[in-house]
């Protein structure tokens, strides 16, 4: 299965996702790797990781980019070269997906889960986790979220809004890209509703506190969460 779905999140910022149908084989074929990134794919212990991997040079391949226009700092944090793109390819291919007038500055962020991999390009600054529901992040709740807020829902919708919480608290550390973030210690949920699709969270982290504003949404049974930093 190609390309799944994007989800237009605001005007600027668009998330794709890849349903990884195929095997490592077929994905590797189909994808231009440079060697740091070979060399990464080499080191990966697992077969679902490689094909997570691989699917994202997909989805970059899909709008137009190459693995050559991604990098990533000492932390893991990846970025985005738009330029690359937008000479290349844009100018020549009208694409079927539209970014809107923008700087040569894209954000990018990433993540996987089981067999979905996603990317989020933005104007803004932000981060994003996608994350398969699952009866683990219910168990371990009390570790990363204010159990308080699971209260008077039903077991179905207990694990869900964990889920997003865990997205929520990812989502943000992608942004921070600090070290030292704790995510009961440092970021805190505000109370919300699942059916609102939106809530918001701050950082208190060196003296400082930080808002951020999410949006949320189910992807057949995962959670994928999309946050920015509320100024
Ligand atoms: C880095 C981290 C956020 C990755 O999240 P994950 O759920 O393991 O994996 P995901 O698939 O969602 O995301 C992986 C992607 O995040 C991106 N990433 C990695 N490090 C990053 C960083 N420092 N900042 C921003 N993005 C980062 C990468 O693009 C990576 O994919 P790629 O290397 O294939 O390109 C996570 O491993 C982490 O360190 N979390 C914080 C630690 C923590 O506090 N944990 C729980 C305490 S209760």
Avoid at 104 to 128: A, P, R, T, V
Wanted: aromatic share 12%; glycine share 4%; hydrophobic share 35%.
């Amino acid at each position: 299965m190609p390309f799944y779905k994007s989800i237009q999140i605001n005007a600027t910022t668009t998330a794709y996702f890849w349903q990884i149908t195929e095997d490592v084989t077929s994905l590797f074929r189909a994808v231009s790797l440079k060697d740091t990134s070979l060399f990464r794919l080499e080191g990966m212990k697992s077969e679902e990781h490689q094909k997570g991997f691989l699917a994202v040079r997909m989805l970059l391949q899909h709008l137009g980019y190459t693995d050559y226009d991604l990098t990533y700092d000492e932390a893991g944090k990846p970025h985005l070269n738009y330029e690359a793109r937008s000479t290349k390819y844009e100018n020549e291919n009208p694409s079927p997906i539209t970014h809107h007038p923008s700087p040569n500055q894209k954000h990018i962020s990433i993540s996987h889960s089981h067999e979905f991999s996603c990317i989020c390009i933005s104007d803004e600054l932000m981060g994003i986790d996608l994350e398969k529901l699952k009866e683990k992040t219910l168990k371990i709740a009390p570790r990363f979220m204010e159990v308080k807020h699971l209260e008077n829902l039903p077991v179905s919708e207990q694990m869900e809004k964990a889920t997003v919480i865990w997205g929520v608290k990812e989502s943000i550390f992608k942004i921070k890209n600090e070290k030292g973030i704790s995510f009961p210690e440092h970021i805190f949920e505000n109370e919300f509703c699942l059916p609102d699709g939106k809530c918001s969270a701050e950082l208190h982290f060196n003296n400082t506190i930080e808002k951020f504003k999410i949006h949320f949404y189910k992807v057949e049974d995962y959670i994928f969460v999309c946050a920015f930093p509320n100024n």
